[in-house]
């Protein structure tokens, strides 16, 4: 079965400072992997998503995620953070095409960004 | 569009009372799902459709019941409402898996306090 690790629960960090949230998987076949976008009071929002090709992917908002198969990780990272960036962020991942399409999240990891 | 709605916002029960948490989308989607999202537990599903007609538990389908009679609608039923399904509900949609843009769309959430 597959899981997802997020492993820091909480992170801050200062505006414009560089951030990376971490996510680790594990599954015995092939995965899609996805974060996710949290802000207060809201529903979740597709940050980026990576689906095969290339390993670096670009999504909103300035973020990007790499993913490592040998680590088996899918970080994000931002090189310059904005307050507007406060929200709880999850990592999610999908075994293959089958199985109703259904996601494993982490727990989340909650950014907080501070003048 | 109006994307994925939640009908309601807000419901507060009382223990063993019944309710019907109703999820909407607009966008033709096949896969629509119900998960719940505890404090340091991430989203957890429920239940989930994979078209009209069908339904399927999820890791967490204790204590829930589910239809889908319409593609665009998903209803989430609680026969007996207890303490420990004080949680907000999220509805999401999707195409299928191996569809372009397959990714999960999330509505607002459904905050239920069970007292």
């Known amino acids: 079965a597959q899981s997802v690790t997020q492993l820091d629960s909480q992170v801050p960090v200062f505006e414009e400072a560089p951030v990376e949230l971490r996510c680790n998987y594990s599954s015995s076949v092939s995965v899609y992997l996805f974060w996710y976008v949290q802000y207060p009071n809201q529903g979740l929002q597709l940050l980026l998503k990576y689906l095969s090709g290339s390993t670096l992917v670009k999504g909103i908002n300035g973020f990007e995620a790499e993913f490592n198969k040998s680590q088996t990780s899918f970080h994000l990272r931002k090189p310059s953070v904005h307050i507007s960036d406060t929200a709880e962020y999850f990592c999610a991942v999908r075994e293959g095409t089958g199985g109703g399409n259904k996601l494993t999240f982490g727990t989340g990891t909650q950014l907080k960004v501070e003048l | ?115």
Request: with cysteine.
């Open chain 2, 1 to 115: 569009n109006a994307g994925v709605t939640q009908t309601p916002k807000f419901r507060v029960l009382k223990t063993g009372q019944s309710m019907t948490l109703l999820c909407a989308q607009d966008m033709n989607h096949e896969y629509m799902y119900w998960y719940r999202q505890d404090p340091g537990m991430g989203l957890r599903l429920i239940h989930y459709s994979v078209g009209e007609g069908t339904t399927a538990k999820g890791e967490v389908p204790d204590g829930y019941n589910v239809s889908r009679l319409k593609k665009q609608n998903f209803l989430l039923g609680l026969e007996s409402a207890a303490p420990s399904q004080t949680s907000v509900y999220f509805c999401a949609s999707s195409h299928r898996p191996w569809e372009r843009d397959n990714e999960q769309f999330f509505g607002p959430g459904t905050r239920l306090t069970v007292l």
